[in-house]
């Protein structure tokens, strides 16, 4: 899940506050939501007991999902938005 993160945030491209803002949620969901993943190997294998702690993180499972997803689709939405660096050039040599 990370790396999905990393995929759609490219890193230099973060230069705003409200786009790291969206980066740090989304990053500590998919963190919180690849500790899920390691956590329900980890009862498959039968490594560890579950608990109603365990069970409690699992059961978030799906809502950190839709979580990341919902801010990625943000974020892309967010840049679609952006005015690009050539159309703000050309805009600024038409203005003068």
Do not use: C, H, W
């Amino acid at each position: 899940m990370q790396q999905k993160v990393k995929d759609v945030f490219e890193l230099g491209a973060i230069n705003d506050a409200f786009s790291r803002e969206l980066y740090k949620k989304v990053r500590n969901s998919a963190k919180k939501l690849d500790n899920i993943l390691k956590t329900e190997e980890r009862l498959k294998n039968k490594e560890i007991k579950s608990t109603s702690d365990i069970q409690e993180k699992l059961s978030a499972k799906q809502a950190l999902s839709q979580q990341v997803d919902e801010i990625i689709a943000v974020y892309k939405m967010y840049q679609k938005a952006l005015p690009s660096k050539e159309t703000s050039l050309v805009a600024e040599n038409v203005e003068t």
